[in-house]
């Protein structure tokens, strides 16, 4: 579902998930994001559009474990101004 956000003369159109928008002077720390988006089709945009005959197959479960994520990554929380 598209959303549309407009800050003065800013205009952000259909933020997708896990996203920010950041006005101004800061520090932002710590952001992660992990994952795992499988489309058979795509999406279809426009006016009119017809898509016959389609057969989309994501043959993704060979694994024991679906979308294990190890992410031990170190993020320091130092910013300007001395903030520790």
């Known amino acids: ?19 920010a928008v950041f006005v101004g002077e800061g ?13 058979g089709m795509g999406g279809v945009y426009g006016v009119n559009n017809i898509t016959t005959g389609n057969l989309n197959n994501i ?9 294990v994520i190890f992410d031990q990554d170190l993020k320091p929380n130092i910013g300007g101004g001395g903030n520790i």
């Open 1 to 19: 579902m598209p959303s549309v956000i407009n800050l003065g003369i800013m205009n952000i159109n259909s933020l997708q998930p896990s996203s």
């Open 59 to 67: 043959a993704d479960s060979f694994e024991m474990l679906d979308g």
């Open 27 to 39: 520090v932002v720390n710590g952001m992660d994001a992990n994952r795992k988006y499988n489309l």
